[in-house]
Protein backbone atom coordinates (compact mmCIF):
# COMPACT_ATOMS: atom_id res chain seq x y z
CA UNK A 1 0.00 0.00 0.00
CA UNK A 2 1.63 2.97 -0.95
CA UNK A 3 1.52 6.53 1.32
CA UNK A 4 -1.01 8.10 -1.19
CA UNK A 5 -3.36 5.27 -0.11
CA UNK A 6 -3.46 5.12 3.40
CA UNK A 7 -6.28 5.83 5.29
CA UNK A 8 -4.57 8.14 8.40
CA UNK A 9 -6.01 9.24 11.97
CA UNK A 10 -4.56 11.31 14.22
CA UNK A 11 -5.73 10.73 18.20
CA UNK A 12 -5.24 14.30 19.28
CA UNK A 13 -6.03 17.70 17.68
CA UNK A 14 -3.63 20.21 19.04
CA UNK A 15 -0.57 21.83 17.57
CA UNK A 16 1.59 18.95 16.74
CA UNK A 17 -1.17 17.19 14.62
CA UNK A 18 -1.70 20.46 12.91
CA UNK A 19 1.19 20.83 12.27
CA UNK A 20 1.99 17.71 10.72
CA UNK A 21 -1.70 17.90 8.79
CA UNK A 22 -0.98 21.25 7.52
CA UNK A 23 2.25 19.77 5.92
CA UNK A 24 0.61 17.27 4.51
CA UNK A 25 -2.04 18.74 2.49
CA UNK A 26 0.19 21.14 1.16
CA UNK A 27 2.37 18.44 -0.05
CA UNK A 28 -0.18 15.98 -2.44
CA UNK A 29 1.75 12.89 -1.51
CA UNK A 30 -0.99 11.83 0.98
CA UNK A 31 -4.97 11.89 0.07
CA UNK A 32 -6.01 14.65 2.49
CA UNK A 33 -9.52 13.56 2.15
CA UNK A 34 -8.16 10.45 3.82
CA UNK A 35 -7.05 11.97 6.93
CA UNK A 36 -9.18 12.05 10.01
CA UNK A 37 -8.58 14.05 13.31
CA UNK A 38 -9.94 12.91 16.47
CA UNK A 39 -10.24 14.32 19.62
CA UNK A 40 -11.74 13.43 22.81
CA UNK A 41 -14.58 16.09 23.44
CA UNK A 42 -13.62 19.46 21.96
CA UNK A 43 -16.01 19.85 19.13
CA UNK A 44 -15.23 23.75 18.33
CA UNK A 45 -11.26 22.81 17.48
CA UNK A 46 -12.18 19.88 15.47
CA UNK A 47 -14.75 22.37 13.63
CA UNK A 48 -11.79 24.89 13.16
CA UNK A 49 -9.48 22.28 11.58
CA UNK A 50 -12.31 21.00 9.38
CA UNK A 51 -12.69 24.60 8.16
CA UNK A 52 -8.82 25.32 7.54
CA UNK A 53 -8.13 21.83 5.63
CA UNK A 54 -9.59 19.39 3.53
CA UNK A 55 -10.03 16.67 6.04
CA UNK A 56 -12.59 14.69 8.30
CA UNK A 57 -13.10 15.02 12.04
CA UNK A 58 -14.95 13.19 14.64
CA UNK A 59 -15.04 12.22 18.44
CA UNK A 60 -16.46 8.69 17.57
CA UNK A 61 -13.87 6.30 19.05
CA UNK A 62 -14.72 3.59 17.02
CA UNK A 63 -15.57 5.25 14.01
CA UNK A 64 -12.10 6.53 13.98
CA UNK A 65 -9.85 4.18 14.43
CA UNK A 66 -11.94 1.46 12.32
CA UNK A 67 -11.52 4.08 9.52
CA UNK A 68 -8.02 3.67 9.34
CA UNK A 69 -4.68 1.55 9.36
CA UNK A 70 -2.31 3.97 10.31
CA UNK A 71 -3.15 5.92 13.73
CA UNK A 72 -1.11 8.71 14.99
CA UNK A 73 -0.95 9.17 18.79
CA UNK A 74 -0.73 13.17 19.45
CA UNK A 75 -2.37 13.75 22.69
CA UNK A 76 0.03 15.12 25.59
CA UNK A 77 2.13 11.87 27.06
CA UNK A 78 -0.05 12.23 30.91
CA UNK A 79 -3.17 11.35 28.38
CA UNK A 80 -1.97 8.15 26.58
CA UNK A 81 -3.39 5.48 29.20
CA UNK A 82 -6.68 6.82 29.47
CA UNK A 83 -6.75 7.59 25.03
CA UNK A 84 -5.52 3.99 24.93
CA UNK A 85 -7.64 2.27 27.65
CA UNK A 86 -10.80 3.78 25.59
CA UNK A 87 -9.50 3.36 21.57
CA UNK A 88 -7.99 -0.31 22.47
CA UNK A 89 -10.97 -2.25 21.89
CA UNK A 90 -11.01 -1.51 18.36
CA UNK A 91 -7.53 -1.59 17.96
CA UNK A 92 -6.54 -4.53 15.47
CA UNK A 93 -3.23 -6.38 14.94
CA UNK A 94 -2.81 -5.12 11.34
CA UNK A 95 -2.98 -1.27 12.53
CA UNK A 96 -0.17 0.30 12.35
CA UNK A 97 0.59 3.10 15.31
CA UNK A 98 2.66 5.89 15.02
CA UNK A 99 3.39 8.26 18.25
CA UNK A 100 4.77 11.14 18.11
CA UNK A 101 4.74 11.57 22.32
CA UNK A 102 7.52 13.02 24.01
CA UNK A 103 9.09 10.27 26.73
CA UNK A 104 7.04 7.41 25.75
CA UNK A 105 8.57 4.38 24.79
CA UNK A 106 6.72 2.03 22.10
CA UNK A 107 7.13 -0.63 24.56
CA UNK A 108 4.62 1.58 27.11
CA UNK A 109 2.30 1.83 24.14
CA UNK A 110 2.71 -1.70 23.24
CA UNK A 111 1.86 -2.56 27.01
CA UNK A 112 -1.77 -0.92 26.99
CA UNK A 113 -2.85 -2.82 23.51
CA UNK A 114 -3.67 -6.00 23.18
CA UNK A 115 -2.91 -6.40 19.78
CA UNK A 116 0.53 -6.92 18.69
CA UNK A 117 0.73 -4.01 16.41
CA UNK A 118 4.27 -2.72 15.30
CA UNK A 119 4.32 0.62 17.13
CA UNK A 120 6.80 3.70 15.93
CA UNK A 121 8.33 6.49 17.88
CA UNK A 122 8.40 9.72 16.10
CA UNK A 123 10.07 12.60 17.22
CA UNK A 124 8.76 15.40 14.78
CA UNK A 125 8.66 19.38 15.11
CA UNK A 126 6.26 22.13 14.85
CA UNK A 127 8.08 23.15 11.32
CA UNK A 128 6.30 20.49 9.65
CA UNK A 129 3.82 23.25 9.41
CA UNK A 130 5.83 24.37 6.22
CA UNK A 131 7.17 20.98 5.55
CA UNK A 132 10.37 21.86 7.45
CA UNK A 133 10.59 19.47 10.30
CA UNK A 134 13.20 17.53 11.31
CA UNK A 135 11.62 14.41 12.31
CA UNK A 136 13.48 11.27 14.17
CA UNK A 137 12.08 8.07 14.11
CA UNK A 138 12.68 4.36 15.62
CA UNK A 139 10.57 1.13 15.22
CA UNK A 140 9.41 -0.90 18.42
CA UNK A 141 9.33 -4.64 18.89
CA UNK A 142 6.56 -5.20 16.55
CA UNK A 143 7.89 -2.91 13.94
CA UNK A 144 9.04 -4.45 10.66
CA UNK A 145 11.45 -2.73 8.25
CA UNK A 146 8.45 -1.93 6.08
CA UNK A 147 6.53 -0.19 9.42
CA UNK A 148 9.45 2.20 10.01
CA UNK A 149 9.58 2.51 5.81
CA UNK A 150 6.12 3.84 5.88
CA UNK A 151 6.95 6.13 8.76
CA UNK A 152 9.87 7.49 7.07
CA UNK A 153 7.95 7.89 3.98
CA UNK A 154 5.35 10.08 5.48
CA UNK A 155 6.88 12.25 7.65
CA UNK A 156 10.00 12.56 4.77
CA UNK A 157 6.88 14.33 2.92
CA UNK A 158 6.64 17.11 5.61
CA UNK A 159 10.94 17.35 6.41
CA UNK A 160 13.77 15.62 7.11
CA UNK A 161 13.69 11.89 8.77
CA UNK A 162 16.56 10.81 10.75
CA UNK A 163 16.60 6.63 12.04
CA UNK A 164 17.90 6.24 15.19
CA UNK A 165 18.08 4.09 18.29
CA UNK A 166 15.07 4.49 20.09
CA UNK A 167 17.41 5.17 23.61
CA UNK A 168 18.42 8.09 21.56
CA UNK A 169 14.96 9.39 21.58
CA UNK A 170 14.91 11.55 24.87
CA UNK A 171 17.94 13.35 23.32
CA UNK A 172 16.39 13.60 19.88
CA UNK A 173 13.13 15.26 21.80
CA UNK A 174 15.41 17.78 23.74
CA UNK A 175 17.16 18.97 20.59
CA UNK A 176 15.12 18.91 17.54
CA UNK A 177 11.89 17.94 19.50
CA UNK A 178 12.17 21.39 21.35
CA UNK A 179 14.47 22.73 19.28
CA UNK A 180 12.10 25.44 17.24
CA UNK A 181 11.56 27.29 20.62
CA UNK A 182 15.05 27.60 21.74
CA UNK A 183 15.38 29.31 18.07
CA UNK A 184 12.27 31.52 18.82
CA UNK A 185 13.43 33.04 21.99
CA UNK A 186 16.83 33.69 20.97
CA UNK A 187 15.32 35.23 17.62
CA UNK A 188 12.79 37.32 20.18
CA UNK A 189 15.82 38.54 21.71
CA UNK A 190 17.54 39.84 18.54
CA UNK A 191 14.22 41.34 17.35
CA UNK A 192 14.00 43.29 20.80
CA UNK A 193 17.36 44.75 20.70
CA UNK A 194 16.61 45.77 16.36
CA UNK A 195 13.07 47.57 17.57
CA UNK A 196 15.14 49.26 20.47
CA UNK A 197 17.49 50.33 18.61
CA UNK A 198 15.35 52.42 15.96
CA UNK A 199 14.55 49.26 12.97
CA UNK A 200 10.77 48.60 12.39
CA UNK A 201 9.77 45.14 13.00
CA UNK A 202 9.57 44.39 9.85
CA UNK A 203 12.37 45.09 8.77
CA UNK A 204 14.12 42.89 11.74
CA UNK A 205 12.27 40.05 11.08
CA UNK A 206 13.20 40.05 7.09
CA UNK A 207 17.19 40.92 8.37
CA UNK A 208 16.78 38.01 10.97
CA UNK A 209 15.25 35.27 8.95
CA UNK A 210 17.86 35.78 6.26
CA UNK A 211 20.72 35.76 8.63
CA UNK A 212 19.24 32.79 10.28
CA UNK A 213 18.89 30.79 7.06
CA UNK A 214 22.40 31.99 6.04
CA UNK A 215 24.08 30.63 9.19
CA UNK A 216 22.36 27.44 8.59
CA UNK A 217 22.90 26.90 5.19
CA UNK A 218 26.74 28.17 5.16
CA UNK A 219 27.06 25.25 8.22
CA UNK A 220 25.53 22.85 6.18
CA UNK A 221 27.82 23.21 3.50
CA UNK A 222 31.15 23.34 5.60
CA UNK A 223 32.98 20.94 7.63
CA UNK A 224 34.51 23.94 9.75
CA UNK A 225 34.10 23.85 13.52
CA UNK A 226 30.92 25.97 14.70
CA UNK A 227 33.78 27.95 16.75
CA UNK A 228 35.76 28.94 13.86
CA UNK A 229 32.56 30.24 12.03
CA UNK A 230 31.71 32.73 14.52
CA UNK A 231 35.09 33.76 15.18
CA UNK A 232 35.50 34.20 11.48
CA UNK A 233 32.96 37.10 12.20
CA UNK A 234 34.15 38.87 15.04
CA UNK A 235 36.85 41.31 14.10
CA UNK A 236 39.44 42.14 16.80
CA UNK A 237 37.46 45.21 18.59
CA UNK A 238 34.47 45.39 16.38
CA UNK A 239 30.61 44.80 17.74
CA UNK A 240 31.13 40.35 17.15
CA UNK A 241 33.41 41.21 20.21
CA UNK A 242 31.29 43.26 22.30
CA UNK A 243 28.47 41.15 22.12
CA UNK A 244 30.24 38.11 22.85
CA UNK A 245 31.87 39.63 26.18
CA UNK A 246 28.42 40.53 27.36
CA UNK A 247 26.97 36.95 26.51
CA UNK A 248 30.48 35.22 28.28
CA UNK A 249 29.93 37.13 31.06
CA UNK A 250 26.48 35.83 31.50
CA UNK A 251 27.63 32.30 30.40
CA UNK A 252 25.09 32.24 27.60
CA UNK A 253 26.37 29.45 25.72
CA UNK A 254 26.63 27.03 28.92
CA UNK A 255 22.70 27.77 29.92
CA UNK A 256 21.64 27.05 26.05
CA UNK A 257 23.57 23.71 26.99
CA UNK A 258 21.84 23.11 30.22
CA UNK A 259 18.33 24.55 29.14
CA UNK A 260 18.71 21.41 26.49
CA UNK A 261 20.02 19.15 28.43
CA UNK A 262 16.72 19.96 31.14
CA UNK A 263 14.47 18.95 27.92
CA UNK A 264 16.43 16.10 27.80
CA UNK A 265 16.40 14.48 31.43
CA UNK A 266 12.56 15.51 31.17
CA UNK A 267 11.94 13.46 28.09
CA UNK A 268 13.31 10.61 30.30
CA UNK A 269 11.66 11.48 33.34
CA UNK A 270 8.18 11.84 31.42
CA UNK A 271 8.82 7.51 29.96
CA UNK A 272 10.02 6.77 33.63
CA UNK A 273 6.19 8.08 35.28
CA UNK A 274 4.84 6.00 33.28
CA UNK A 275 5.16 1.43 34.53
CA UNK A 276 5.87 -1.29 31.92
CA UNK A 277 8.71 0.84 30.38
N1 LIG B 1 4.21 20.80 20.27
C1 LIG B 1 5.38 20.34 19.81
O1 LIG B 1 6.27 21.11 19.39
C2 LIG B 1 5.65 18.88 19.80
C3 LIG B 1 4.84 18.00 20.46
N2 LIG B 1 5.12 16.65 20.44
C4 LIG B 1 4.25 15.73 21.15
O2 LIG B 1 2.98 15.80 20.53
C5 LIG B 1 1.97 15.52 21.48
C6 LIG B 1 0.89 16.58 21.39
O3 LIG B 1 1.47 17.83 21.67
P1 LIG B 1 0.68 19.15 21.32
O4 LIG B 1 -0.04 18.99 20.04
O5 LIG B 1 1.62 20.27 21.52
O6 LIG B 1 -0.40 19.13 22.54
P2 LIG B 1 -1.84 19.81 22.61
O7 LIG B 1 -2.18 19.94 24.04
O8 LIG B 1 -1.86 21.02 21.73
O9 LIG B 1 -2.80 18.70 21.97
C7 LIG B 1 -3.16 17.49 22.59
C8 LIG B 1 -4.51 17.07 22.05
O10 LIG B 1 -4.85 15.77 22.54
C9 LIG B 1 -6.23 15.76 22.88
N3 LIG B 1 -6.54 14.65 23.80
C10 LIG B 1 -6.31 14.56 25.13
N4 LIG B 1 -6.76 13.37 25.60
C11 LIG B 1 -7.26 12.70 24.54
C12 LIG B 1 -7.89 11.43 24.37
N5 LIG B 1 -8.10 10.62 25.42
N6 LIG B 1 -8.29 11.07 23.13
C13 LIG B 1 -8.11 11.89 22.07
N7 LIG B 1 -7.53 13.11 22.17
C14 LIG B 1 -7.12 13.51 23.39
C15 LIG B 1 -6.46 17.14 23.47
O11 LIG B 1 -7.82 17.48 23.50
C16 LIG B 1 -5.65 18.00 22.49
O12 LIG B 1 -6.40 18.30 21.34
C17 LIG B 1 2.63 15.49 22.86
O13 LIG B 1 2.69 14.17 23.30
C18 LIG B 1 4.02 16.07 22.62
O14 LIG B 1 4.98 15.44 23.43
C19 LIG B 1 6.14 16.14 19.70
C20 LIG B 1 6.96 16.97 19.00
C21 LIG B 1 6.84 18.41 19.03
O1 LIG C 1 7.52 20.40 25.08
C1 LIG C 1 7.23 19.22 24.83
O2 LIG C 1 7.11 18.38 25.73
C2 LIG C 1 7.03 18.80 23.39
C3 LIG C 1 7.94 17.67 23.00
C4 LIG C 1 8.95 18.27 22.08
C5 LIG C 1 8.44 19.61 21.84
N1 LIG C 1 7.36 19.86 22.49
Redesign the pocket.
Same mark, same amino acid.
Request: proline fraction near 7%; hydrophobic fraction near 40%; aromatic fraction near 0%.
Given at each position: MTLADQAITF? $? &? $??????IVSGLVANNRVNSGQITV??? #? #?GE?LEELEKNYPIQTTTN?QQAVERSHLLI?????K *??G *??LE? =?QPFIRADHVIF @??? &???TTGYISSLIEAECPVIRV?? #??SANVGASASAISGGQFAADKDVDLAASLFSSIGSVTIVPEEKMDSV?GIS $? @?G??YFYYLLEGLQTAAVDAGLTEEDAKALLIQTMQGAAKRWSQTSRPLQSLYEEVMSPGGTTEAAFSVLRKHSVQEHVTGGAKAAIAQSEK =?GKVKKHV
Open positions: I $G &A $GAMTEAMNK #N #NRKLAMKP *DV *DAR =L @SVL &AGTMP #NTT $G @SPA =L
